[in-house]
Structures are given as structure tokens and as C-alpha cells.
């Protein structure tokens, strides 16, 4: 017999997952890349979507097409069929600089080798989102508070040979948290780190998520940072092969 108080609560949850609007939308994705003579089909047949404020982590192993698809969502890269949404607004079918625009007001990403620009200094380098927006001054301000909230407020000046794998993914975090994006990617976001260092990353990365209520997607390997997250998509051969709410939150 069904108990009534949870039959309520699920239908309060259900209730509450209607109300709030999916930020990302992937509707029968394939990519497809060629090799000598020969395609090489790196992902078939990717459908999901994503609501606003949830923490999803894709998963699987090297080579299933998880930095591929992750890519494609943040609209780096362009699907060889399907579609993929951003709220109302079909990215794989906007020019780059549509792309860029849209990733400049929704889209942090955060990328397993930093990809900080060498001859920047820590502080100038959370600013640039922000500057491409053409907002100096609040550029400055943010920059500050960021790298202040992630522990680096003494190695603003700092460039990023002058910081350790540890500093610089903290900046590259900052730097993604700058413009407050509605949607933020990370990709293996602590596999260049050691543990202790990794933990903190990974803290951080939740702290903010919850204080700006940005959607997390993180692509990663490491099950122990997936079970820390509300949902988990997990790859094969380019193939999700499962998709269901973390039983463990």
C-alpha cells in the first residue's frame, strides 16, 4: 500500500521539476569526425535535457565521448545531426558569433588544462569574460571578490607560470563564476590535481553553485566527485547507456 505522506512529497517534487525550465536541451545528437578515408562516429543518438540549479555529472570511460559532448553543449563545437538547446535558442544552428554571444551571457566553462591566457596575470584573467562584455569596472570589482572567495586574493598580480596546478585551476574557476553564468561545464575538473588540492577544487565548485544558483555539469571520470552531484549520465561508445537522480544525495 502506498504511503501517503511520500506519494504527496513525490508529487510536490514533480510539481516543482514542471515549474522550472530546462536550461539545456540535447535532442537526437551525433558527431562524427573523420579519419584518413574513414568516419570515426564518437557519439549516436544523445538525448537529455537539464533543468535550471541542477548538478549532473557525466561520466565514462576514456574515449566514450564525454569531452566531445560536453563541447558540443557549451557550443564549441557543432553536432553532426541533432539539436541542442540553450533555454529557447537553438545553438547548432547559430553562426560562431551568435555562439560566442550566447556563451558570453549564459556559459561558464572550465577546462581540465586551465586554458589561462600565459601572458595575463591572475586578476586579468577572471576579468575577460566580463571585458568582452565590454563591463570594465564591474570586471574589476568581480575579479577581486572572486579571487578573494577562492583564496588567492595575495596572487592577483601573479601569472600563470608563476602559479601552481592548483592556483590555476583556481583561477580558471573564478574566471568562470565572473559573468554569473546560468550554466556552467566543467571538464575533469580536478584530474591535473592531487588529492587534497582536488578536494578543494571541488568545494569550491559546489560553494558557488549554491551561492549563485548556477546548473553544474561536470564531465568526469572520477566516480567518487560523481556521486557528490544530483544526477549522473553515464556514457559508453558514445552511448548513454544510463541516466538517473544520484541514489546517495
Known amino acids: 500500500m502506498n504511503n501517503p505522506v511520500l506519494t504527496d512529497a513525490q508529487?510536490?517534487?514533480?510539481?516543482?521539476?514542471?515549474?522550472?525550465?530546462?536550461?539545456?536541451?540535447?535532442?537526437?545528437?551525433?558527431?562524427?569526425?573523420?579519419?584518413?578515408?574513414?568516419?570515426?562516429?564518437?557519439?549516436?543518438d544523445i538525448n537529455f535535457s537539464i533543468t535550471e540549479g541542477e548538478i549532473v555529472a557525466i561520466v565514462g570511460p576514456s574515449g566514450s565521448g564525454k569531452t566531445t559532448l560536453l563541447g558540443l553543449c557549451a557550443g564549441l563545437d557543432h553536432p553532426t545531426t541533432g539539436n541542442i538547446h540553450i533555454y529557447d535558442r537553438d545553438i547548432s544552428k547559430l553562426t560562431e558569433d551568435e555562439k560566442a554571444a550566447i556563451r558570453n551571457e549564459y556559459v561558464g566553462f572550465i577546462f581540465q588544462n586551465f586554458q589561462l591566457i600565459p601572458t595575463l596575470s591572475a586578476y586579468e584573467n577572471v576579468m575577460v569574460p566580463l571585458e568582452l562584455q565590454g563591463h570594465s569596472k564591474l570586471a574589476r570589482e568581480r575579479a577581486r571578490e572572486l579571487l578573494d572567495r577562492v583564496g588567492l586574493g595575495d596572487r592577483m598580480t601573479h601569472y600563470p607560470s608563476q602559479l601552481s596546478g592548483g592556483e590555476q585551476q583556481r583561477v580558471s574557476l573564478a574566471r568562470?563564476?565572473?559573468?554569473?553564468?546560468?550554466?556552467?561545464?566543467?571538464d575533469e575538473p580536478t584530474g591535473n590535481l592531487d588529492?587534497?588540492?582536488?578536494?578543494?577544487?571541488?568545494?569550491?565548485?559546489?560553494?558557488?553553485?549554491k551561492e549563485q544558483?548556477?546548473?553544474?555539469?561536470?564531465?568526469?571520470?572520477?566516480?567518487?566527485?560523481?556521486?557528490?552531484?544530483?544526477?549522473?549520465?553515464?556514457?559508453?561508445?558514445?552511448?548513454?547507456?544510463?541516466d538517473q537522480p544520484n541514489q546517495n544525495q
Open 11 to 44: 508529487s510536490h517534487t514533480d510539481t516543482l521539476k514542471k515549474q522550472m525550465r530546462d536550461i539545456l536541451k540535447v535532442q537526437d545528437v551525433s558527431k562524427t569526425f573523420k579519419s584518413g578515408s574513414r568516419e570515426v562516429n564518437v557519439l549516436s
Open 176 to 186: 568562470a563564476f565572473c559573468n554569473n553564468p546560468k550554466l556552467l561545464f566543467a
Open 195 to 209: 588529492g587534497d588540492t582536488g578536494a578543494k577544487v571541488e568545494e569550491l565548485h559546489f560553494e558557488l553553485n
Open 213 to 242: 544558483g548556477t546548473t553544474l555539469i561536470i564531465v568526469s571520470h572520477d566516480m567518487e566527485l560523481a556521486q557528490k552531484t544530483g544526477r549522473i549520465i553515464r556514457l559508453r561508445s558514445g552511448k548513454i547507456i544510463s
